[in-house]
């Protein structure tokens, strides 16, 4: 055999578009990078700490909440009214997921129900403790801040108005 056919391409397979072994694994390992990289990227949208306790506003009847709507502009429906609070406890509006609270008389403050160490709602007030049943997370009524683990971050607060004797939720 001469030098021609030895190097002759077979008729099943024409150099332009037969991959060679070097293509081939030159595609394989840039398939190996893509999927490592893959591995490597964030998903979800980080969220934002919850506010520290200090932070909560204290809201007084007549008064509205901070980043409350301004006057004129639409609030919730009336949630429930300062008389139905006990003072040291509260009431769980599992519809809204919010809880209002009346830590000392006039004082009203609002927080998420919805429990920070694994999404249970809270599902009781008692003691001046926000509860979750689900894994014994206990919040003050004060301030939303854990009292009792395994939470570690606080209640987010949720803004109302409290507008004489009605608690709303702020506008949209």
Do not use: W
């Amino acid at each position: 055999m001469d030098d021609d056919q030895t190097r002759a391409v077979p008729a099943q397979c024409h150099p332009r578009t037969c991959a060679d072994r070097r293509t081939v694994l030159a595609a394989a390992g840039a398939v190996g990078v893509t999927a490592a990289l893959a591995g490597c990227q964030v998903y979800g949208t980080p969220q934002p700490a919850a506010p520290p306790p200090e932070s909560v506003p204290q809201l007084e009847p007549g008064a509205p909440s901070a980043g409350a709507p301004s006057a004129g502009a639409a609030a919730g429906p009336v949630l429930a009214r300062l008389a139905d609070l006990p003072v040291g406890g509260g009431k769980i509006f599992a519809d809204q997921k919010v809880v209002l609270t009346q830590p000392e008389p006039g004082t009203v403050r609002a927080f998420s129900s919805v429990c920070t160490h694994q999404g249970c709602a809270v599902s009781e007030i008692a003691d001046g403790t926000i509860n979750c049943t689900c894994h014994g997370s206990s919040f003050s009524v004060g301030d939303g801040s854990v009292t009792g683990g395994p939470a570690g971050q606080p209640l987010p607060a949720v803004q109302i108005t409290v507008d004489g004797e009605e608690i709303r939720l702020a506008g949209p």
